[in-house]
């Protein structure tokens, strides 16, 4: 990427310029290693299970023939649609399944549809999506061609408020479905919601920034972040995702360059 569109996103984002002089402040700036990869749970923190809510059923990721996909992914866009396995289907206006190419190499996943998403039937638009999408840009991904966006729910929590472990228990088979179909590359989850629901913990954030995780049957590189909701409350953290950003991209970088290495030998 230019340097000169690199400062434009980094100044969009709300990066300083003083930032990209510090020892590891530049875009090009050599990455950390990956760090320790523990092994990550399916099943989000454990909870009682009010009788009123189901389970949806989990569909394993077995490598799906093409000419399926199609019909898969409709399947669960209609299912997310009619959903009603826990109460949030009273509250929503519609499921919000997610939005990007359907072979991405990057899945990001947030939380769950705000008002705004409820609304336009796509996760992080308004502001917080604005901002999703110039930190993406700033590492070369946009959600038109390169990266898919879902959440860990697909129905918006009345008020926002956080995701109960029920709904999370509902929900998650529906993320692990559409993690089968895309196969990604890589995870970025940002916030803190959606790390914990992924991981299985519940470590605060800043314990789970900063290294590699792994996630589900296939054991895909997960990387964590802040939301970009919070990072507009609290932009002196925006440095603190950047540096997410740039230890996700390298994570990639490696994974594909490994991966071109072993096809060449
Ligand atoms: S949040 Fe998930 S499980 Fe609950 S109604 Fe919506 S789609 Fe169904």
């Given at each position: 990427?230019?340097?000169?569109?690199?400062?434009?996103?980094?100044?969009?984002?709300?990066?300083?310029?003083?930032?990209?002089?510090?020892?590891?402040?530049?875009?090009?700036?050599?990455?950390?290693?990956?760090?320790?990869?523990?092994?990550?749970?399916?099943?989000?923190?454990?909870?009682?299970?009010?009788?009123?809510?189901?389970?949806?059923?989990?569909?394993?990721?077995?490598?799906?023939?093409?000419?399926?996909?199609?019909?898969?992914?409709?399947?669960?866009?209609?299912?997310?649609?009619?959903?009603?396995?826990c109460p949030l289907h009273?509250?929503r206006?519609?499921?919000?399944?997610?939005?990007?190419?359907?072979?991405?190499?990057?899945?990001?996943?947030?939380?769950?549809?705000?008002?705004?998403?409820?609304?336009?039937?796509?996760?992080?638009?308004?502001?917080?999506?604005?901002?999703?999408?110039?930190?993406?840009?700033?590492?070369?991904?946009?959600?038109?061609?390169?990266?898919?966006?879902?959440?860990?729910?697909?129905s918006?929590?009345?008020?926002?408020?956080?995701?109960?472990?029920?709904e999370?228990?509902?929900?998650?088979?529906?993320?692990?479905?559409?993690?089968?179909?895309?196969?990604?590359?890589?995870?970025?989850?940002?916030?803190?919601?959606?790390?914990?629901?992924?991981?299985?913990?519940?470590?605060?954030?800043?314990?789970?920034?900063?290294?590699?995780?792994?996630?589900?049957?296939?054991?895909?590189?997960?990387?964590?972040?802040?939301?970009?909701?919070?990072?507009?409350?609290?932009?002196?953290?925006?440095?603190?995702?950047?540096?997410?950003?740039?230890?996700?991209?390298?994570?990639?970088?490696?994974?594909?360059?490994?991966?071109?290495?072993?096809?060449?030998?």
């Amino acid at each position: 990427m230019l340097p000169e569109r690199r400062r434009q996103y980094l100044e969009a984002i709300g990066i300083d310029l003083w930032v990209r002089r510090a020892r590891h402040s530049d875009a090009d700036a050599a990455m950390p290693p990956i760090a320790a990869t523990p092994t990550t749970a399916l099943t989000p923190p454990t909870a009682a299970t009010p009788p009123s809510v189901e389970r949806a059923a989990i569909v394993p990721a077995p490598a799906v023939p093409p000419e399926d996909v199609a019909a898969q992914w409709q399947r669960l866009l209609d299912e997310v649609r009619g959903c009603r396995l826990c109460p949030l289907h009273a509250t929503r206006t519609q499921g919000v399944l997610g939005v990007g190419p359907k072979r991405a190499d990057w899945l990001v996943i947030g939380e769950a549809p705000g008002a705004e998403e409820d609304r336009r039937g796509e996760p992080f638009v308004g502001a917080a999506g604005q901002l999703l999408d110039a930190m993406l840009r700033a590492i070369g991904l946009d959600r038109r061609t390169n990266v898919y966006i879902a959440n860990v729910l697909k129905s918006r929590p009345p008020n926002n408020r956080d995701p109960r472990p029920e709904e999370v228990e509902a929900c998650l088979p529906y993320l692990v479905r559409q993690i089968a179909l895309l196969q990604p590359k890589i995870m970025l989850a940002v916030g803190r919601i959606a790390a914990q629901n992924l991981l299985g913990t519940d470590a605060p954030l800043g314990r789970l920034r900063g290294r590699v995780h792994h996630f589900g049957e296939h054991q895909t590189p997960l990387v964590v972040t802040y939301h970009p909701a919070y990072l507009l409350r609290t932009p002196a953290d925006k440095r603190k995702a950047w540096e997410d950003l740039k230890f996700a991209r390298s994570v990639y970088q490696q994974l594909t360059q490994g991966a071109a290495d072993g096809h060449r030998s």
